[in-house]
């Protein structure tokens, strides 16, 4: 669920996921932009693997269908975009074992942050 | 009042509808504060000098060196070693003698910041780093001057209008990621044309298109993506608590 420039995804969660709580969205086009979604202001989703890679790839997937640019895993590279940075359970992917190929759990909670641009 | 020369010098612009001789008196009579006279900077200076702004000023505090020419246009072979705000202008100067241009040799700082660009009726980003930028994005929210946040790394830019009290400031995001990620030549300068188009839709009177948006700019497949935003009632610069204080 996107706060301010992130998107925070929670695998599993006991309870929905909603806007519920956010002072404000500034980014709202992160938000979910899938049609259900945007009704119940709810995100579902369900991933083919148990990685994060396969979850990055999932989203990348329904983000394309609604037309928005978000693909965190560089197909030509098929590693992560320098746009993005990605936390699991507040640890940077590069930093798990696995890397991009690490199993998510139950309860885990991922954290993608787009990355502005500062060079001029 | 527009003379015959300036008649004959902006006649591709006059004949834009909604631009005119009215347009252009405001362009004329107009200050711009280009903060950062780099691979941005010396786009946007150089379409504004063009355009004939009446007065811009560069803010700068670097020299020039061989690795800004494959982006940085105002500068060439002969000018390394030379400040580059010295360069700009003298090479502005000759562009369009008809505006004046002011350099400033000087590193933005927190407490420099408001009186540099005190007086400016738009303030564009040609900086290279996120801290200066938040410094700039600051003192513009204070002092109610709209601010062009133009970023790029690599094929792909980023460009939005911040207008004090109407859209969200660049704090708004807390905005992260590294720079020195390398920097092909025209995305700066597409960037930087964005920046100096809006400025000049804003000095005329006209409303700038990205304001509350954000513009992605993929050099990759090139693409634009306009994407709406909003403020963060949270903002430590800009929310109605932290102006305030």
């Known amino acids: ?120 | 009042m527009l003379d015959q020369s300036e008649l004959i010098r902006y006649n591709r612009q006059l004949k834009i509808p909604d631009f005119g001789e009215e347009g252009q008196n405001k362009l004329k009579n107009a200050r711009a504060f280009i903060i950062g006279i780099g691979g941005l900077g010396c786009a946007s200076a150089t379409y504004l000098t063009a355009a004939g702004v009446g007065q811009i000023t560069i803010v700068d505090f670097d020299t020039v060196e061989l690795p800004d020419l494959n982006r940085q246009i105002l500068y060439w072979e002969e000018d390394i070693g030379e400040r580059k705000v010295v360069v700009a202008q003298r090479k502005l100067s000759r562009l369009n003698p008809l505006v004046q241009i002011t350099p400033i040799f000087t590193k933005v700082t927190e407490d420099n910041a408001p009186s540099i660009i005190n007086g400016a009726q738009v303030v564009l980003d040609g900086t290279d780093n996120v801290a200066t930028r938040l410094i700039i994005n600051s003192a513009c929210v204070r002092l109610g001057i709209p601010y062009i946040y133009g970023g790029v790394s690599r094929l792909r830019g980023m460009v939005t209008t911040i207008i004090p009290g109407q859209t969200p400031c660049l704090a708004c995001f807390r905005p992260e990621g590294a720079g020195g990620l390398g920097v092909l030549g025209v995305t700066p300068a597409i960037i930087a044309s964005l920046q100096a188009l809006e400025a000049i839709k804003l000095l005329i009177g006209q409303s700038p298109a990205l304001t509350g948006k954000l513009l992605l700019f993929n050099g990759d497949d090139i693409k634009f993506r306009v994407y709406d935003i909003k403020k963060n009632e949270n903002c430590p610069v800009c929310s109605p608590i932290a102006l305030k204080q």
């Open chain 1, 1 to 120: 669920m996107p706060g301010f420039s992130e998107l925070i995804i929670v695998v599993n969660p006991t309870q929905e996921v909603t806007r519920e709580g956010m002072l404000s969205i500034v980014m709202p086009w992160l938000y979910a932009p899938w049609p259900h979604a945007r009704e119940k202001g709810i995100i579902e989703t369900e991933i083919d693997g148990d990685t994060l890679r396969a979850l990055l790839a999932e989203l990348s997937a329904r983000y394309k269908a609604a037309n928005v640019d978000f693909q965190p895993v560089n197909p030509t590279t098929n590693d992560l975009d320098f746009d993005y940075d990605v936390f699991v359970n507040g640890k940077n992917y590069v930093a798990l074992a696995h890397g991009l190929d690490a199993k998510l759990k139950d309860g885990d909670t991922v954290k993608v942050k787009m990355l502005w641009r500062w060079d001029g």
